[in-house]
């Protein structure tokens, strides 16, 4: 144990509860939740008539939080995970990866709180999103990554675009996704 604690630097000042109020992480979890959320709202307009837009709102954003709100934790997580990989060796601004790895965790983690306790079976609504919807969900999904990027206070080209060593793992699951969703025939 004594080993691993060499590589931490001693400089490092974090504190989780200023960092939780941070708009980097919340924006970034809220961005990626929103975009479904919205598209499936469109996509309830019966339900919207019947019991108004707002409560159906609650509920869509519910669903999603509930199916997706961990995993946009968890990718959060991973993009702080690589900046502090790099950070560590860079010598620069930990304290910010440290804050990206655990906090969105935790946005997360509430989100999927919140999901659950906003969950009304009384409102009926159809857990679809339409293809412009989904257009839009991944478009608001990729400017929020690149803003998460962007908070790690590294240099966004050399360090994660185009095809850096740190996102090609990721990219790769990525790309296997795609045809397994394809093959097991769900919407």
């Known amino acids: 144990m004594n080993e691993l604690t060499q ?18 992480e919340l924006i970034f979890v809220t961005g990626v939740v929103a975009g479904p959320a919205v598209a ?9 008539k019947d019991h108004g837009w707002f409560p159906v709102y609650i509920q869509c954003f519910s669903r999603v939080a509930l199916d997706i709100g961990l995993i946009v934790g ?5 993009i702080g995970a690589v900046a502090m ?16 790895a655990l906090t969105t965790m935790l946005w997360g983690g509430i989100f999927v709180g919140l999901g659950y306790f906003a969950h009304n079976p009384n409102i009926p609504i159809t857990a679809r999103i339409p293809g412009w919807g989904g257009v839009i969900s991944f478009v608001l ?10 908070g790690t206070r590294l240099n966004l080209y050399e360090n994660f675009m185009p095809l850096s060593d740190a996102l090609v793992p ?18």
């Open 141 to 150: 999904s990729l400017f929020a990554l690149v803003y998460m990027m962007l």
């Open 74 to 78: 968890i990718a959060g997580t991973a």
């Open 170 to 187: 990721y990219l790769i699951v990525l790309g296997l996704c795609f045809p397994c969703l394809r093959l097991n025939g769900k919407p």
């Open 40 to 48: 499936m709202l469109f996509f309830n307009r019966k339900a919207c």
């Open 7 to 24: 590589l931490v630097p001693g400089d490092i000042d974090f504190s989780i509860i200023l960092s939780f109020f941070k708009p980097t």
């Open 85 to 100: 990989t790099i950070a560590f060796n860079a010598n620069s601004n930990v304290e910010a990866a440290v804050s990206i």
